[in-house]
């Protein structure tokens, strides 16, 4: 008998730089604090779209075209980029994928990120800046998972590619990257200290 793997669901996980990550993710960190006590129009709108934190996602969601700190970003991000989108076996001879959009996100305690998607975007990420111990990672749920009839609980072992929902951690220095389909959602920051985050899409057409 032959069992086949089929319509597999890819998320890349992987530090940003071969060399020393650290002065670079600390000019991260200082620039997205001061963007959060400048960016009184995220502020705004955070404290209706993202309760308790803050992030640039409604009023500067291009990063990469405001600073050149995040600019250096996008330009190491797009090795990862290139490597993951081979390995999907993307079909890109045409046009590149290319950043759209990028942003900050500040998550204190108590602070969550319900379940969403990227629309419109091919490829979606986020780079770790500042994780202490204990902050959550980003949580994935299968795709198929409204489709899934009388099936029973998966034992508490799964393999990764059994289960419904699968935590992938959150480690400064790191990213992870998965096509912008794929629902997700960052539960509530148990610790004192702040999550902060960068995501980003990167988009075909």
Partial sequence: MTTHSLFATRVYAAPL???????????????CLQLQ?????GRAWSGSNYPGGYTSYGSASR????????AKLEQLLQRHVRRFA???????????????????NI????????????????LSGTY?????????????????????MAAPPRVADADIANRPWVVMPAVAGSLLLFESWLRHEVVANP???????????????
């Fill in 107 to 122: 998550m204190p305690k108590g602070v969550t990120h319900s379940l969403h998607l990227h629309p419109l975007s091919t």
């Fill in 128 to 148: 770790y800046v500042q994780t202490p111990k204990g902050v959550p990672g980003l949580k994935f749920e299968d795709p198929r998972l409204e489709r899934f």
């Fill in 63 to 70: 990063m990469q075209q405001r600073s050149p700190t995040f």
């Fill in 37 to 41: 006590a400048d960016d009184a129009a």
């Fill in 191 to 205: 610790v004192a200290r702040e999550r902060i985050s960068i995501s980003f899409n990167f988009s075909w057409f």
């Fill in 17 to 31: 730089q071969r060399q020393p990550w650290q002065v670079f993710n600390e000019r991260l960190r200082q620039e």
């Fill in 86 to 104: 081979g390995e999907l076996q993307f079909d890109l001879q045409d046009r590149p994928l290319a950043m759209t959009d990028c942003w900050v």
